[in-house]
């Protein structure tokens, strides 16, 4: 985590909402799939630090992206690991400009900040969650996991009524085209007459 001093007041709920976000759940599937996606990789302990810790360098992110691509195709050129703070943000840049490119959307990337300081880790799952759903679309990436996670196509809703029950639905008036219970013109004056006041 970065150096930073203990959040207070708005920016300390701020800050628990979004931890609540994260899934330990959707660490493990992802984890899973980012070790058969790229094979060779050491696995991070289990715990949403440890997790960070494994994809803060950018190392594996590069890796994982380019596992995406044939073989020497692959967008991030260098996946070596780095101690430099600027080297690893600019890796994690490097992978968010290639997934980008890959087809998730902008609104979908987290931005570099949420990884590397660890402030917004449920949004990191979210962009490896659409990346690996992109990816078993595509037919380029490996499932692994619960296909309860991913999207399913919707199911046709068809419904079959009978000509009574059609004829019937003709004789209502919808709600959106307005009612008139309970209007009269009770009380109600001739138009261009003034207010009697006494």
């Known amino acids: 985590m970065a150096n930073r001093g203990p959040a207070y007041g708005l920016s300390w709920e701020v800050q628990q ?62 996946t070596d690991p780095s101690n430099k703070a600027f080297k690893q943000m600019e890796q994690i840049s490097q992978f968010l400009r290639a997934a980008e490119q890959y087809g998730i959307a902008p609104t979908d990337i987290f931005q570099t900040v949420d990884l590397w300081e660890g402030k917004n880790m449920a949004c990191v799952q979210r962009t490896l969650m659409n990346l690996g759903g992109l990816a078993v679309t595509k037919q380029d990436g490996l499932f692994v996991g619960d296909p309860n996670w991913f999207p399913k196509k919707s199911q046709e809703n068809r419904r079959d009524f009978s000509k009574d029950k059609l004829k019937e639905g003709q004789n209502v008036i919808g709600l959106q085209m307005g009612t008139n219970r309970g209007a009269s013109q009770a009380g109600m004056t001739g138009y261009g007459m003034p207010r009697q006041i006494l």
């Open 17 to 78: 909402r979004i931890d609540k976000q994260y899934d330990p759940e959707l660490e493990q599937i992802l984890t899973q799939w980012i070790l058969a996606q790229c094979g060779g990789i050491q696995p991070p302990e289990p715990g949403k630090e440890k997790f960070q810790e494994w994809l803060k360098d950018g190392t594996v992110l590069g890796k994982l992206i380019n596992s995406l691509y044939p073989k020497g195709q692959g967008p991030v050129a260098n």
